[in-house]
């Protein structure tokens, strides 16, 4: 699997980065057919809370791409919803096959 990050206008931090390829890695154990993960995180109105912001798009073969946008506090919360979010939407692709 293909995992790519990417902060928009903001310098992503090493834990953060280790905290979204760990995400990654849980879901690709339990949906061994991902082959690609993207995750794009960027803050929305810095002055504001709920305000980081996370896509996350997930391709596997002979299913159309999986995208999830999640904001929220942090982007440990975010990440979370939109894995969660991710993960229903695999559930309910392949389950229908």
Known sequence: ??????????????KLTAFIQKKAERLARHNVNITEFDAKLRVVKPETIM???????????QVAPMVSTKVADSFE?????????IDRQIERRTSQK
């Open 1 to 14: 699997m293909e995992v790519s990050i990417e902060a928009v206008n903001f310098t992503i931090s090493e």
């Open 51 to 61: 305000n980081k912001e996370v896509v996350i798009r997930v391709s596997m073969p």
């Open 77 to 85: 919360e975010a990440v979370d919803a939109s894995i969660d979010a």
